[in-house]
């Protein structure tokens, strides 16, 4: 069994800041790519960060410089620091991690059960 755990969501008002984590457990042998993505009511999950176990980032145009995606490899998670939050940041927020179980199995994506992000205006 694999889990994708969160924590760190909430209610803020526009302009402040929230850290989500998302811990990695189970038969878990190594992970690619952990990101951050988000569903707002009544629109697509859309991606927010990625980081590669190298350190490589990316993030979706809306978030860049104000959004920080880490990761602790040793720890299996990964965070999210949000600054200057805006109202149209508000959604549900999940953790995605592309990782194998075994040598010999092949990586596939795993999902935790999403957090959410109320920022009021």
């Known amino acids: 069994q694999v889990q994708l755990v969160e924590s760190g969501g909430g209610l803020v008002q526009a302009g402040g800041s929230l850290r989500l984590s998302c811990a990695a457990s189970?038969?878990?042998?190594?992970?690619?790519?952990m990101g951050w993505y988000r569903q707002a009511p009544g629109k697509q999950r859309e991606l927010v960060a990625t980081?590669?176990?190298?350190?490589?980032?990316n993030y979706a145009d809306s978030v860049k410089g104000r959004f920080t995606i880490s990761r602790d490899n040793a720890e299996k998670t990964v965070y999210l620091q949000m600054n200057s939050l805006k109202p149209e940041d508000t959604a549900v927020y999940y953790c995605?991690?592309?990782?194998?179980?075994?040598?010999?199995?092949?990586?596939?994506?795993?999902w935790g059960q999403g957090t959410q992000v109320t920022v009021s205006s």
């Open positions: 189970g038969s878990i042998f190594s992970i690619n790519v």
């Open positions: 995605n991690a592309d990782l194998r179980r075994s040598y010999y199995s092949a990586y596939a994506d795993y």
């Open positions: 980081i590669t176990s190298g350190g490589r980032t």
